[in-house]
């Protein structure tokens, strides 16, 4: 393995973004902060894996959970420095499979 | 679903680059037309996952794979257009990995 290579880098990033959904889900996040039910509406997936990768982009410090105390409850999701710092490679690959995607 | 949901397109592009290893491998090829032996060496993969890879990726044309014959038969992988395309989503991911991933 070469001295520079980006390997771990480069391979652990794409192991985060190649799971099922979540680049699908930060690209909806990208249009602002959304209650999970907006996220959900928007996207063909079950509640309980949004939940599911929501939590892990919560651990991985892309995506913020809000809780505003009013009645109901309001609880929001948002992209952080992190996950917004992802809209340059997430509009690449749209831009890429516009044109080359069936 | 919205009318205009990019969905598809972009889960099928994910899922084609999130596959481990593949966009280590399209990184590598970026640097030019390779032997198999060179990628090899250029990589933490073993030989048997790299050839199912580049097996892959020339099903979904993004890499094509050249034979010379030279006395021993050379064989080079090269990216093709589409793979080609590829480079500002691959560069806007490495950048990415090296501020945010330790």
Redesign the interface.
Known sequence: ??EI???P???????L????????IL?QLLEGPQRFNEIES???ISGRLLSERLKELEKEGIVERAVYSEVPVRVEYSLTE?GL??E??IR??????????N
Chains 1, 2 share one sequence.
């Open positions: 393995m070469k290579c980006i390997c880098r480069l391979s652990k990033a794409m192991d973004l190649g799971k099922r959904w979540t680049t699908l690209y928007a996207l063909p992190k710092a992802l340059g490679a690449e690959v749209e831009k890429w499979s516009k044109i080359w995607i």
